[in-house]
Structures are given as structure tokens and as C-alpha cells.
């Protein structure tokens, strides 16, 4: 059976904290069952706070506080750490039948960890660095209007979060930052810590607090436009992905044909580890639905899977969990 990659990376990251005595109270039959599913855990990618920029000072203080958080924030931070890994190229995770069980078990529990670290109640902040002040500014300069999709499928694409042409951006994502007793950590959302193939490290996110600043600013502006800013523009509804069959059912509803004769990323087998034949078209899934919401439970179990559909294989590709994805 396959899981996402990013459980992978997850339970790397758990077993190497095990392996520091830093995690109590895992049976030790568990344990060594995963050890034999991720035997490379003692190789993971831990981020070095105090190694980050030696030429004008160490950062001696974030490496400090992050030794001395409790052992939940570290897992988080270092899963982080290991979803940042992927993007561009990632196969599933496989493993025995008789396994699957203890992975279902081990994702709802990282789960339910990154749920209980994020704030409570329906209030979603920008990620804002996917996005530059003058773009962030037009989206709420017209808050009711659709947001134009790109309907082109380039050659280049390997996600399948949406893209658009107004504004150009990335993905505008959405999600709850981390609880104020996360310390550094609260200056993040889920969707920064865990965004894909990023060029921005974890310590820089840490070191500049790019959010409250945004924040701050825009506060003293009269207009929090760089704070909270999810409101439904509109009587649509969120569609929720609280799994894979979720995706592949609306990629069914919505389907882009990838055109099969084209060198495209996603139907190269090396990307997904198979050729991806289909993905959602945004502009039409922005007339039924104001944005898309996607659980951590999907993340973590079906995420960089190829997904059946009607009309081939589809792929979730650059998404975060628990965040919300705004088409409108």
C-alpha cells in the first residue's frame, strides 16, 4: 500500500527524536516496525539555527529556543524541515498491507499534533510571502469578483495547487498560525512551514517574523490587509479534501486534459512515478466553489499519489495542510 511522501518524512522525523530520547511512551513493537519501514532516520535534514549566517552573527538565541521547545514544536519544525524536501520530483511510500494500519494510526496523530499547535476558531492569515503587497492589495481591492485562473497547463508544471493570471501568484494560501506558545514558531502558518521545494529557509522565516510585521504595518495603515484576511467573497462553498477519492472526485467534476503528446512534468515518470494524464480545472471549479480547503489527514496519507479518475491519473501536487486555497 502507498502513503504520501511527506508521512515518510514525518515519522523520519519522529523516529530520530525517539532516538534522542526526546519521545516517551511509543511501544516499543511500534517503533521497531517503523524503524524497519524508514531505516535512513538517523540521516534527516535538521534545521542549524545557529549555523545560518555566521559572516554578520550566529543565531545562537533561535537555536536556544528551539533546544528548549517542547518536543511537538521541534517534530513540527523539523517535518517541516523534510516536506520542504519534495517538489518537482517524489514517488509514494510503500509499504506492506499489515503495515498500513500502523500508518494510518501515526498520520492521525501527526495530525491531530499539527491541529493542536495551530490557533483556534475559523480565522485564516495570509501566507503572504506568495504574494507582493501590490498583488494582495488588488485582491482586496475587488473582494467579490473572481480571481482569473490560468486555463494553460505548462510544460513546466509538476503542482496542481491553483495558479492564476490576476493577480500573477502562486497559490493563495490560507492558513491558522501556530499557537503563541509555539514562541518563534507562532510568526508562521501551517502552509509556510510546510510549503514544497522552497528557496527560503525555515530560519529565515524565523528571523525576519515577516507575517507581524506585514501585520503591524497594515494595522497601523487603518486596513489589515496583510492579517486575517479570509473572508468569503461569496455564498459559495468550501469544498473540503479530507482525502484523496476527495481530489480525484472533483478532478472528475472539473478535468484539464494534460494533452498526452506533450513533454509535460507530470507525465514524466519520474515526477510522481507515473505519467498524470489529468488535473483540476480551476476557472470552472471557481464558478461552484469560493476556495478549497485541505486537511492535514490528506496531506500526509495521499498527497504526490497518482489518484484514478474517468479520466486517467491526477496527482496532488504543492499542497499544505490545513489550509485553505482561495478561487474567488
Keep these: 500500500m502507498d502513503f504520501s511522501p511527506h508521512l515518510h518524512g514525518w515519522i523520519e522525523t519522529l523516529l530520530y527524536l525517539c532516538s534522542r530520547g526526546e519521545v516517551l511512551g511509543i511501544p516499543l513493537a511500534e517503533r521497531r516496525a517503523l524503524e ?20 554578520s552573527a550566529p543565531h545562537d538565541e533561535i537555536d536556544s529556543w528551539f533546544n528548549q521547545a517542547d518536543w511537538q514544536t521541534r517534530f ?14 517524489g514517488e509514494g511510500f510503500s509499504v506492506p498491507a499489515d503495515k498500513a494500519p500502523l500508518l494510518e494510526k501515526y498520520a492521525q496523530w501527526f495530525a491531530q499534533i499539527l491541529r493542536d499547535h495551530l490557533t483556534l476558531g475559523n480565522d485564516y492569515y495570509l501566507s503572504a510571502r506568495v504574494l507582493p503587497d501590490p498583488a494582495i492589495r488588488e485582491v482586496h481591492a475587488n473582494p467579490h469578483s473572481l480571481i482569473l485562473m490560468d486555463p494553460a497547463v505548462e510544460s513546466s508544471q509538476w503542482w496542481t495547487t491553483p495558479n492564476y493570471l490576476r493577480p500573477q501568484s502562486w497559490p493563495l494560501t490560507y492558513s491558522r498560525r501556530f499557537v503563541p506558545a509555539t514562541g518563534r514558531l507562532s510568526v508562521l502558518t501551517s502552509a509556510e512551514l510546510f ?13 525576519d517574523g ?19 484576511m479570509w473572508d ?29 503528446n506533450t513533454r509535460h512534468t507530470l507525465r514524466d515518470t519520474l515526477t510522481v512515478g507515473a505519467r ?3 488535473i483540476p480545472d480551476w476557472a470552472q471549479i471557481a464558478q461552484h466553489y469560493s476556495g478549497v480547503f485541505v486537511s492535514a489527514e490528506a496531506f500526509l496519507r495521499d498527497t504526490w499519489l497518482p489518484l484514478q ?3 486517467g491519473l491526477t496527482v496532488m501536487t504543492n499542497w499544505a495542510p490545513e489550509t485553505l486555497y482561495r478561487i474567488r
Design 36 to 55: 524497519g519501514l524508514v531505516p535512513d532516520h538517523h540521516d534527516i535534514q535538521r534545521p542549524q539555527f545557529a549555523l545560518y549566517d555566521e559572516v
Design 76 to 89: 513540527l519544525i523539523i517535518a517541516g524541515e523534510q516536506s520542504r524536501l519534495l517538489g518537482g520530483a
Design 195 to 207: 510549503v514544497e521545494d522552497t528557496t527560503r529557509d525555515i530560519v529565515e522565516d524565523l528571523i
Design 210 to 228: 515577516k507575517q507581524s510585521v506585514n501585520a503591524e504595518v497594515a494595522g497601523r495603515r487603518g486596513r489589515l490587509w496583510g492579517k486575517d
Design 232 to 260: 468569503r467573497p461569496d455564498r459559495l462553498p468550501v469544498y473540503t479534501v479530507n482525502s484523496g477519492s476527495d481530489f480525484a472526485d472533483l478532478v472528475a467534476r472539473f478535468p484539464h486534459i494534460i494533452p498526452p
Design 276 to 278: 498524470i494524464d489529468v
Design 309 to 311: 479518475t474517468p479520466h
